[in-house]
């Protein structure tokens, strides 16, 4: 009767621990939960020096308006800014489906399209990305903190391939 009760239990933590890791390789395993990852995963996360660091209000120093369409385009999709600025995106889906704003590094934009085709029912809420319902409108608030170029993306399942990205240029 012991033995049983200890079986079950075991079987019982297994079968968590495989819900687990199924949930963690539908987004590809690289934490972009930010749910405490070794470090070496960061570069993954959308959020590192290179495209800059999620944004306060407070800290806003220009609005920026982009509009997100069913022509799978983002409007304007090459946007200046300057490096420390702060920008609030405020984002408008004028489509009929559900579109969203990614900011990242291209390798991290182009995996998790991939994943999204996978898994399209995959949902993710980080702070440098924003899905919008149809019809609806956000803000996505960032800080581009380095010179460079600045790549976004909308991740739902075909869309990137359909040409739906854009870039801000970081001027110095
Ligand atoms: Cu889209």
């Not at 079987?11 to 990852?37: E, F, W």
């Amino acid at each position: 009767m012991l033995n049983f009760s200890r079986s079950s239990y075991k079987v019982l933590l297994n079968g968590a621990l495989v819900t687990a890791i199924v949930t963690l390789s539908a987004c590809g395993g690289h934490g972009h939960h930010g749910d405490g990852h070794s470090e070496g995963d960061d570069h993954h996360s959308g959020a590192n020096e290179a495209i800059g660091a999620p944004g306060v209000a407070a800290d806003v120093d220009r609005t920026v308006e982009v509009v997100m369409n069913d022509g799978m385009r983002f409007v304007p999709d090459s946007i200046d800014v300057k490096a420390g600025e702060t920008i609030r995106f405020n984002l408008k889906n004028t489509g009929a489906v559900k579109h969203e704003m990614v900011i990242g590094e291209l390798s991290y934009l182009i995996e998790h399209s991939e994943q999204m085709k996978k898994f399209p029912g995959m949902e993710h809420d980080e702070p440098n990305m924003l899905l919008l319902d149809p019809a609806t409108d956000g803000e996505l608030i960032w800080t581009f903190t380095k010179a460079g170029n600045v790549d976004f993306a909308c991740l739902q399942p075909g869309h990137y391939d359909a040409g739906m990205k854009g870039m801000v240029t970081v001027a110095e």
